[in-house]
């Protein structure tokens, strides 16, 4: 039996206060954190926010903290864990609810100090060069 911790907070909710809220849960052979949390908002709390898109370790939305250290929940098997698992949002990040941040912020405001394309100082591109 597993016994998660997760830290519960909807900052859109003026009536809701941070506090972790424990869900309990059978472990099956090659369960993922993702698979738990999925478990937990099938089975027990509809309610509960947490973000995944690829569930192959590649995007990175599924980031969180797992007993106080930063890993993906796709990616991280329950049977490497010990039995009681706490899991809270990644820091630095907006907080949208629960364990689901504002991961498309935080890399619209990196890509705009970085700049990370192709800079014309100045010129204008001659397109006619490229046919
Ligand atoms: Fe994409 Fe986990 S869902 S890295």
């Known amino acids: 039996m597993l016994k998660f911790h997760i830290m519960r907070f909807n900052p859109a909710d003026p009536a809701s206060v941070p506090h972790l809220q424990t869900y309990e849960l059978e472990q099956t052979m090659g369960m993922t954190l993702f698979i738990a949390l999925n478990e937990i908002r099938e089975q027990l709390d509809p309610s509960l926010a947490f973000d995944f898109v690829c569930r192959a370790g590649i995007c990175g939305s599924c980031g969180m903290v797992v007993n106080g250290r930063p890993g993906l929940a796709c990616r991280t098997l329950t049977q490497d864990l010990p039995a009681e698992i706490s899991l809270a949002p990644l820091p630095a990040f907006e907080l949208i609810a629960d364990l689901s941040v504002n991961t498309g912020k935080w890399m619209r405001g990196m890509s705009e100090r970085l700049e990370p394309w192709v800079h014309s100082l ?9 046919a």
């Open 122 to 130: 100045g010129q204008e591109a001659d397109l006619s060069r490229l």
